[in-house]
């Protein structure tokens, strides 16, 4: 025969103390989500307002003595929040990877076309001049620099047909001083995108496509970004993905890369792991 059994009665305080705790994690969930979906700048008011409302009607049950429907649906819309955070900065990241490898590319672009087109000694307006400088700087906007560019590199063409049929140097034609001037409204030239399509695997430095080991780094990185990492911990990654955008393709550029990519793997998962510790201390 079996020995007398023992049932514990748990307690309304009980079953409340430990919603609370749940509710206490809940508003904090609520509150990272909200912090994530404002700095990756994709969330609508109806969103953030649909999130407070969710919130309400947990709390209502709560406040009603219904423990259960509480804890469940409370902790299901924690690990919503937790994903959907998540999700929003992978996708922020990658828009961002994608910006930061556009402007080092096209610094690196600029730097080495600014050389050619002083070496043949082309003349060249000062807007176009400053837009490229700006863009070997990595600075300006994107359609002035990329503009820039596309001016840049038709001038050059054009000096390179000229010197066959002269053997003179280039000044600027009316087109192109049109097109220099419209660069300071950041307006982009209506040709960019065809020589944007046709320009886009080949970098200046001759390698043959783009490396998608790169635009994997850049997404880690910018995920490390979001993720709120030391400032100094992401400067050093920033510059290395610089030096090695900026390399001659070759074996050390791709071990250089592979490393990166290992070591920025690693930090994200320091860094998300740091921030669900975060997540869970404040909540005491």
């Known amino acids: 025969m079996s020995g007398p059994k023992v049932v514990r009665i748990v307690t309304r305080e009980e079953l409340l103390a430990q919603s609370n705790a749940i509710a206490?994690?809940?508003?904090?969930a609520v509150r990272r989500w909200e912090a994530a979906a404002r700095a990756v700048g994709e969330v609508t008011d109806d969103e953030l307002a649909?999130?407070?409302a969710t919130q309400v009607r947990w709390m209502q049950e709560l406040q009603a003595d219904r423990f259960a429907a509480f804890n469940e649906g409370a902790?299901?819309?924690?690990a919503f929040l937790t994903s959907d955070a998540q999700r929003r900065r992978e996708v922020a990241a990658a828009r961002r990877a994608d910006a930061r490898l556009s402007r080092a590319r096209a610094a690196q672009?600029?730097?080495?076309?600014?050389?050619?087109?002083?070496?043949?000694?082309?003349?060249?307006?000062?807007?176009?001049?400053?837009a490229l400088e700006l863009?070997?700087?990595?600075?300006?906007g994107s359609k002035a620099g990329n503009a820039a560019l596309a001016a840049g590199f038709t001038l050059l063409g054009e000096s390179g047909r000229m010197a066959v049929n002269t053997g003179s140097s280039s000044v600027a034609t009316p087109a192109q001083h049109e097109?220099?001037?419209r660069l300071a409204a950041n307006t982009p030239d209506e040709k960019f995108a065809d020589w944007k399509e046709a320009e886009r695997v080949r970098l200046v430095t001759g390698e043959a496509r783009a490396d998608p080991r790169l635009d994997a780094v850049a997404r880690q990185?910018?995920?490390l970004v979001l993720l709120e990492s030391p400032s100094e911990v992401r400067a050093k990654f920033?510059?290395?993905?610089d030096d090695i955008v900026s390399a001659q393709a070759g074996a050390q550029r791709s071990m250089r890369l592979d490393t990166l990519g290992m070591e920025l793997t690693r930090a994200v998962q320091e860094a998300r792991q740091w921030l669900g510790l975060r997540t869970r201390l404040s909540v005491y």
């Not at 070496?119 to 060249?124: A, G």
């Not at 920033?238 to 993905?241: A, D, Q, S, Y």
């Open 24 to 28: 206490a994690r809940l508003e904090e």
């Open 50 to 52: 649909h999130s407070r």
């Open 75 to 78: 902790n299901r819309e924690i």
């Open 109 to 130: 672009n600029a730097g080495v076309l600014l050389k050619a087109l002083g070496e043949q000694k082309i003349d060249v307006e000062p807007i176009l001049r400053e």
């Open 135 to 140: 863009a070997r700087a990595g600075r300006g």
């Open 179 to 181: 097109l220099a001037q």
């Open 221 to 223: 990185l910018e995920i």
């Open 238 to 241: 920033e510059t290395r993905l």
